[in-house]
Every structure is written in structure tokens, then in C-alpha cells.
């Protein structure tokens, strides 16, 4: 019974944390509308005879007679200003509460029976150093590590460029991951749809588990681990990555 009320309070801290990563990643994309806008009005639109930057005055160097234009062109640099300082500590807040979010669900699963196995699979950040952006390990493994698996890439998207193929098994994704080797709790894909949303356009670490060619025999049989860095953002397709993830199996 205790155990139970556990899981009810930690099933409650996890959605209210979930809650308020989706709060804070709708507050990115609203900031980043208004970024946008901004930056259209001041490049393209009405502000575009001064821009960003340029000084506000005419080409011999007095006030410009446009008083209004003048107004309207400080007054947009200005909102923008704070607009950008306004993403860079929502983008931090997102991290924090990404990183509260993987905990609370790891400290859910830990309540569930498991046998007293640790992983096998090495952390990302003891694999061994590469001048590229893939390493590779030979590894053994489990599916229960696995948070996703790759089941389609599309050319010329941001997971292509970044090297992940069809039949990847995510191991890890920025801040979320690795499944304990005894975990059978299927990982929420929408949370590692809010991590991308909240990295657009920003480097992401993702681990891999890659069948290896040279010698792997299926779930038992070697693999290997690839380490690959990941940039979201918007392509010539829909989405930011370019990709389709299925569940783990369990």
C-alpha cells in the first residue's frame, strides 16, 4: 500500500513536471514568433530603411523627419532585445526542467520489480573520444535500454545529416536516457518531442545502439555504440528532424 501511494505521488510530480515543460516550450515558440515578427518589420517591412541596426538618421547624418518611424524602429529593436533575452533564459529553464522531467520518470520506474542488474551499456560520456562527429564502441546489450527506435529517415533532413539510419535503437537523446538493462516501462515519446522542440537549431548528443555488420548476431550478438550529434531544425520536410521513432519494444 505504501508502495502504491508512492507511485501515485511520484506519477503526480511527473505530470506536473511534464506540464510545465510543455508550458515552457509553448513560451519559446510564442518568444521566437514574436523574434520572427520583429525581425520581418525591421528587414523586410516598414523599419526595413534602418534595419537592425543602422543609426537613425538620414544620409547626412540629422534626425530623421519621420518621427514616427523613428519611435516605432526603437521601440521594435527594443522589444527585440528583451525578446532574445527572454529566449536564452527560457531555453535554460527548459534544460532544468528536461533533466527534472527524465528524473522524475527514472525515480517512477525504479519502483517497478527489477532484478539487481546494472547496464551494460557504457555511458555516452565515458566512450572513447573522436575527432569526428561519430564515435564508435563495441558493446553487448539489452533492449530494455533502448528509449526509441529510428524506423524511417528521409534524405537530406537534419537525422540524415546527422548520420542516423533505419533500425538505430536510441540509447540516449540529450538529457534523457539510458533505460535501466531491467526496465520495462515504455519511454512517453512526447518527451523527447519537447526536448527537440526546445533544441531547435541547437547541437543535440544522441547515443545509438547499431547493429554491427562485422559480426553482430541479433539482440545477443554484438552491437555497436554510435555517438552522433544531432541539430534540430526546419527542412524542406515536415518536422524538425526528419525522422519517424517507434516505441522500444518491451
Known amino acids: 500500500e505504501k508502495s502504491m501511494s508512492n507511485i501515485e505521488d511520484l506519477q503526480s510530480e511527473y505530470q506536473a513536471k511534464e506540464k510545465q515543460v510543455k508550458s515552457s516550450v509553448s513560451r519559446k515558440d510564442r518568444i521566437e514568433a514574436d523574434i520572427e515578427r520583429l525581425i520581418e518589420y525591421l528587414t523586410k517591412g516598414g523599419g526595413a530603411k534602418y534595419g537592425l541596426d543602422s543609426p537613425l538618421v538620414d544620409k547626412d547624418g540629422y534626425p530623421d523627419s519621420d518621427v514616427e518611424l523613428i519611435l516605432a524602429v ?23 526542467e528536461l533533466h527534472a522531467l527524465h528524473s522524475a520518470a527514472s525515480a517512477l520506474r525504479q519502483l517497478r520489480p527489477s532484478s539487481p542488474s546494472s547496464s551494460s551499456i557504457p555511458s555516452p560520456s565515458s566512450s572513447s573520444s573522436s575527432s569526428s562527429s561519430e564515435s564508435v564502441q563495441k558493446t553487448q546489450y539489452n533492449n530494455n535500454n533502448i528509449l526509441a527506435i529510428i524506423d524511417a529517415v528521409s534524405p537530406d533532413s537534419p537525422a540524415s545529416s546527422a548520420g542516423l539510419l533505419v533500425g538505430d535503437k536510441i540509447i540516449t537523446i540529450g538529457t534523457i536516457g539510458p533505460k535501466q538493462k531491467d526496465d520495462t516501462t515504455p519511454i512517453d515519446l512526447s518527451v523527447i518531442g519537447l526536448l527537440v522542440r526546445s533544441r531547435e537549431n541547437t547541437s543535440i548528443r544522441v547515443t545509438v545502439l547499431r547493429h554491427d555488420d562485422d559480426g553482430g548476431n541479433g539482440d545477443d550478438g554484438g552491437a555497436k555504440v554510435v555517438n552522433l550529434t544531432l541539430t534540430p531544425k526546419k527542412w524542406a520536410g515536415p518536422g524538425l528532424l526528419g525522422c519517424r521513432l517507434l516505441p522500444a519494444p518491451l
Open 74 to 96: 526603437r521601440s521594435s529593436r527594443h522589444q527585440l532585445a528583451c525578446l532574445r533575452t527572454d529566449h536564452a533564459q527560457v531555453m535554460r529553464d527548459i534544460e532544468t
